[in-house]
T-cell receptor, first 117, second 114 residues
Framework: DAKTTQPNSMESNEEEPVHLPCNHS???????IHWYRQLPSQGPEYVIH???SNVNNRMASLAIAEDRKSSTLILHRATLRDAAVYYC??????????????????FGQGTILTVHP | DTEVTQTPKHLVMGMTNKKSLKCEQH?????MYWYKQKAKKPPELMFV???????INESVPSRFSPECPNSSLLNLHLHALQPEDSALYLC?????????????FGDGTRLSIL
């Protein structure tokens, strides 16, 4: 599996935007970029995913560099409830083809986001 | 509230005990997963079931025995565990017929081995 690199921790103030970076210099053409987060005492939660174009949903935006070697998860207005570990994960499109990577999420170390009131 | 329900939430057992963890989902997902998460570490995949059949075993010791009795249930049978097996055990499910559908996680069973 291609590897991702994230900062160990980041801090933000409430109601300010947060930009969480992820480097994935060995990304292949068929890798999708997925983001999950894990709030304290909970299981991981899907946030967003994309391939080449920037993506928006109700939780966040995903900005993908033109060369796809990096991406940024954007929380537009951080709240205290956004304090969590954020994981950037690469998933091969072949993950649903019955191959050995089927369904596999390989979590990196993630970024611990602290939000200050 | 998550759509994947795991029971029990906490479990303490001795090394000679036999216990089971249970996971249930009613979203019609035909892929189900077990992950193990040690403290302050990311989750690590243990098993994947697709259409109630084991499709991936990530070289997990045989003291962990998964079972998928039907499309809604996933069990993890535990026997002769070691103290280093103390961890949070997470269950997840996802659709199987479309690429890149997210996995839905339960909140886990926190297991302590005495």
């Amino acid at each position: 599996d291609a590897k991702t690199t994230q900062p160990n921790s980041m801090e933000s103030n409430e109601e300010e935007p947060v930009h969480l970076p992820c480097n994935h210099s060995t990304i292949s053409g068929t890798d999708y970029i997925h983001w999950y987060r894990q709030l304290p005492s909970q299981g991981p939660e899907y946030v967003i995913h994309g391939l080449t174009s920037n993506v928006n949903n109700r939780m966040a935006s995903l900005a993908i560099a033109e060369d796809r070697k990096s991406s940024t998860l954007i929380l537009h207005r951080a709240t205290l409830r956004d304090a969590a570990v954020y994981y950037c994960i690469l998933r091969d499109v072949g993950a649903n083809a019955g191959g050995t990577s089927y369904g596999k999420l390989t979590f990196g170390q993630g970024t611990i986001l602290t939000v200050h009131p | 509230d998550t759509e994947v329900t795991q029971t029990p939430k906490h479990l303490v057992m001795g090394m000679t005990n036999k216990k089971s963890l249970k996971c249930e989902q009613h979203m019609g997902h035909r892929a189900m997963y077990w992950y193990k998460q040690k403290a302050k570490k990311p989750p690590e995949l243990m098993f994947v079931y697709s259409y109630e059949k084991l499709s991936i075993n990530e070289s997990v010791p045989s003291r962990f025995s998964p079972e998928c009795p039907n499309s809604s249930l996933l069990n993890l049978h535990l026997h002769a565990l070691q103290p280093e097996d103390s961890a949070l055990y997470l269950c997840a499910s996802s659709p199987i017929d479309r690429v890149h559908q997210p996995q839905h996680f339960g909140d886990g069973t926190r297991l302590s081995i005495l």
